[in-house]
């Protein structure tokens, strides 16, 4: 039996409504740019041709109703609410059809930001990670079957801080459909269970800071919430 010299990272699981077995995560992949008027509002042109990807790790998924310690390193922690889909079988140079029937299901997810972080990278032509993937960036409520879900377009998506609505769009809105993106990202990447997407965020992004509470939503998916906490002090 292999011995190791620390404990093994811990399995990070989203719970899926209805059933008692949890969605064990491996990979996070976020597409960039998913809105037109999200894109506008960053001052970026939208791609039209492909999506476009960066990742978070397991270890930035934090579950809704938890709080937040205001993360280090930022002065501009921005909300962004998104559509996640969980991949529920193995996928890769798929079509658009065999692309949708690996969707496993849905969830609201929040895709937090440190915005000054991921500015000064894309000034540098750098990586965005240090803006993107950090402990507690990868908000994610329950997830819902895709066959309770039905077909992604109509549905509402929201997100209100502290009682004011700050995204409020639809899914059709997407520049990049769900299927697409699935079928995009298997030309690169085996996808297999346990890979996550966030689909990107509506227009409205904006600052949070302490003592804040985001409450967002889609019809037809459990809603998700979050507390900005005050800043983890060094032990
Ligand atoms: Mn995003």
């Known amino acids: 039996m292999t011995s190791y010299l620390f404990d093994p990272p811990a399995i990070h699981a989203i719970p899926v409504s209805g059933a008692s077995a949890q969605y064990p995560v491996s990979r996070i992949f976020c597409v960039g740019r998913n809105y037109a008027a999200h894109a506008a509002e960053m001052g970026n042109e939208v791609d039209r041709e492909a999506p476009f990807y960066f990742t978070k790790s397991p270890q930035a998924l934090l579950a809704t109703g938890a709080i937040l310690p205001y993360p280090p ?26 692309a949708r029937a690996a969707i496993f299901g849905y969830g609201c997810a929040l895709d937090m930001t440190r915005r000054d972080l991921q500015g000064a ?42 009682g004011e609505i700050r995204q409020d769009a639809t899914l059709d809105e997407m520049i990049h459909g769900v299927a697409e993106i699935v079928a995009d990202l ?12 966030l689909t990107g965020t509506p227009a409205g992004v904006g600052a949070v800071g302490p003592g804040d509470v985001l409450r967002g939503g889609i019809d037809g998916l459990a809603p998700i919430s979050l507390t900005i906490g005050p800043a983890d002090q060094p032990a």
């Open 73 to 98: 390193g930022t002065q501009d922690l921005h909300h962004e609410m998104e559509l996640a889909l969980a991949i529920g079988q193995p996928v890769f140079r798929a079509t658009r059809d065999a």
């Open 121 to 162: 990278a894309k000034d540098k032509r750098r990586p965005w990670d240090l803006g993107k993937d950090f402990e507690g960036s990868a908000v994610l409520a329950p997830l819902t079957p895709a066959e309770a879900m039905g077909e992604i377009g109509p549905q509402r998506i929201h997100l209100a801080v502290n």
């Open 186 to 197: 298997s030309r690169y990447y085996h996808l297999a269970p346990g890979d996550l997407i």
